[in-house]
Nanobody, 119 residues
Framework: QVQLVESGGGLVQAGGSLRLSCAASGRTFSSYTIGWFRQRPGKEREFVARIKWSDGNTLYTGSVKGRFTISRENGKNTVDLQMNNLKPEDTALYYC????????????WGQGTQVTVSS
């Protein structure tokens, strides 16, 4: 069974940085894609970024391009989200999720980690 555990959330001032980490276990993830999603207060959950484990190919939503970087560390089975120049509108519960590369659906989800950006 795939398990995903997020860490690294917290409170930061606008303009600051945080690094989120997603520890993945239960599978060999070479044929998986790992994504980060967030749910802002009063909003639907939305896609933030994803990385394809096999080749490191990445994709970002427009509002975080140039500020967030997703990366994987094969030896540790972790996927990190480096978040720089944080804005109050980045305040959200951040989740990591996993899907097999031949599936369109993220089937596995972590419990989330809270990020709060103060102005």
């Amino acid at each position: 069974q795939v398990q995903l555990v997020e860490s690294g959330g917290g409170l930061v001032q606008a303009g600051g940085s945080l690094r989120l980490s997603c520890a993945a276990s239960g599978r060999t993830f070479s044929s998986y894609t790992i994504g980060w999603f967030r749910q802002r207060p009063g909003k639907e959950r939305e896609f933030v970024a994803r990385i394809k484990w096999s080749d490191g190919n990445t994709l970002y939503t427009g509002s975080v391009k140039g500020r967030f970087t997703i990366s994987r560390e094969n030896g540790k089975n972790t996927v990190d989200l480096q978040m720089n120049n944080l804005k109050p509108e980045d305040t959200a519960l951040y989740y990591c999720a996993a899907r097999q590369d031949d599936s369109g659906r993220f089937a596995y989800w972590g419990q989330g980690t809270q990020v709060t950006v103060s102005s």
